[in-house]
């Protein structure tokens, strides 16, 4: 339920008075579009309950300043009458970032040119490994703390966004199969850590997240999952949602090839990435079954691994 006292309570407090305020997310966070008090186009979130501490919003909140004084195409946060960036109302976090204008990532098919369609998931990549090699050379305050999509985050006994493998809608046939996926992937990732770069990550750089302007330019958004990771699951993340597309080859070919043109990365577990991100989506979705949508959302998910598997021929015989 929308609380509209909270959402009043937070425009005053950014000084946002008199002016339109338009819901355009009510998933996670709630999300309004909206006017700060000397006329720019801003996005009031009023963040989720029990996923992000204070001290994970405060430094996603950092991080984004940082971000955007490296010339990195991200939101920049908006500190509020009290000369805050967060702040907490009725036991809720709020926070305001400048608003970015473009066209979402799903509507890439709309460009008419082929050659402009390779140019954003290009730029794309380039603007991840942009990200990525600012963020390890950038000072983090000494408070400084973010979720870790390690490992264990992932395929360990205790993923960031459940276990997985304890889907209520799984048949046992497909639980068994999955534990076994999920075994040969962690020995993989296991074996492999030396050769995989770990840092900050955007961690869902999916679709509705990425905003491409006329000019090509790629932004991203929402960093709310953000935190530590593999950077190969940044562009694995991306690359997930486009599995079924008939350029997928392309796609990653250009994706792969902007980040590598700006920042060196070792792609050798993409395919292996592409699947550990596919059964992130089966844990997160256990306890949103029951909304809307939920059950056939979930449906989806728990085809995409095995799909993924058939799609990108993983046998596990080559790692």
Known sequence: MI?????????????????????????ENLTYKTFNNIGTQVVL?????????????????????????????VPKPVKSMNNKLLEIIDGRYISVLTWINGKHLSEINAIDNSTSKDKVFYNLGKELAKLHKFSDNWIK?????????NIDGLVG????????????????????????????CYKILNNNIDNLDYGLIHADAVRDNVLFQNNLKVNLIDFDDSGFGFRIFDLATTLLHFINDKNFNKIKDQLTKGYLDTNFLNL??????????????VGWNIKRIEEPGGIARNKKYIYNIFNVVKKLDIQFKIY
């Open 45 to 73: 979130r009023i963040h989720r309950k029990n996923y992000s501490s204070k001290k994970e919003i405060d430094s996603e909140l950092n991080w984004l300043q940082a971000l955007n004084h490296g010339k990195i195409n």
């Open 268 to 281: 050798k577990l993409i395919d292996i990435f592409i699947l550990v991100r596919s059964f992130t989506y």
């Open 157 to 184: 006994e205790n993923p960031l966004w459940d276990k997985f493998w304890e889907n209520p809608k799984l048949s046992n046939k497909q639980i068994k199969e999955i534990l076994f996926l999920r075994d040969e």
């Open 3 to 27: 609380d509209n006292s909270l959402l009043r309570k937070a425009l005053t407090i950014w000084g946002i008075e008199n002016q339109e305020c338009e819901l355009i997310a009510f998933r």
């Open 141 to 149: 305050p000494y408070n400084f703390y973010k979720r870790e999509w």
